[in-house]
């Protein structure tokens, strides 16, 4: 399985921006993913989840409330909708992927995943 992620650059504080993770390969028709994001010095962060039906979705408690995942039809690409950034998102985003025959749980944990993206760097200035 191979995950691509796209969208990442560099905004202003206050601006919006869109990620998306495209999943290929020998993957699952369906599956629970996830945006994680590590900025420098920090351990890797929960963003959002999204369970293997699409149904259920998690955030993380620092970005409840502006940002929006959503996973299309086929199952196979995630977007991450980010409003309102602030400079303190500012981190390396990676997707991830975790086969499972389970619907309704969103994995908050990075161990639980499978699959990872090579990540996409979003900077936000102040």
């Known amino acids: 399985v191979q995950l691509q992620a796209s969208g990442g650059g560099s905004v202003q504080a206050g601006d919006s921006m869109r990620l998306s993770c495209e999943a290929s390969?020998?993957?699952?028709?369906?599956?629970?993913m996830a945006w994680f994001r590590q900025a420098p010095g920090k351990e890797r962060e929960f963003v959002a989840g999204i369970d293997r039906s699409g149904t259920h979705k998690d955030y993380g408690d620092s970005v409840k409330g502006r940002f929006t995942l959503s996973k299309d039809r086929t199952q196979n690409m995630v977007s991450l909708q980010m409003s309102s950034l602030k400079p303190e998102d500012t981190a390396v985003y990676y997707c991830?992927?975790?086969?499972?025959?389970?619907?309704?749980?969103?994995?908050?944990?990075?161990?639980?995943?499978?699959?990872w993206g090579q990540g996409t760097l979003v900077t936000v200035s102040s």
């Open positions: 390969g020998r993957t699952r028709s369906r599956a629970a």
């Open positions: 991830a992927q975790k086969d499972t025959l389970y619907n309704g749980i969103v994995y908050r944990h990075s161990d639980s995943y499978d699959f």
